[in-house]
């Protein structure tokens, strides 16, 4: 059974950081992604990042967010920096493309002073 846990969620201030993990069982070796979902919008991309390590960014986080893997983990990280109240979503973890039936309850974070 695949499973997708996020968590490292929470209430945080403009300016800080917050680091967000993802942990599949039981592995997915192909190219993993982080989206987010704020009220009433769709769900975005965010980052990917490949078996090997290399990644991509969405404009709107590029520069602040760094997504990382530790393979012999099955885990997937989301290093967020300079946070901004428009950061403000739920976040999930899925593959990139996502595959609909494994999407998980995802984890969120607020920015707000």
Do not use: H
């Not at 695949?2 to 945080?12: A, P, W, Y």
């Not at 993990?21 to 039981?26: D, F, H, K, L, Q």
């Not at 967010?65 to 428009?86: D, H, Q």
């Amino acid at each position: 059974q695949v499973q997708l846990v996020e968590s490292g969620g929470g209430l945080v201030q403009p300016g800080e950081s917050l680091r967000l993990s993802c942990a599949a069982s039981p592995t997915i070796f192909g190219t993993m992604g982080w989206y987010r979902q704020a009220p009433g919008n769709q769900r975005e991309f965010i980052a990917g990042i490949n078996f090997d390590g290399s990644t991509n960014y969405a404009d709107s986080v590029k520069g602040r967010f760094t997504i990382s893997r530790v393979n012999a983990k099955n885990a997937v990280y989301l290093f967020m920096s300079s946070l901004k109240p428009e950061d403000t979503a739920v976040y999930f973890c899925n593959t990139l493309p996502p595959i609909g039936r494994i999407w998980g309850q995802g984890t969120q974070v607020t920015v707000s002073s």
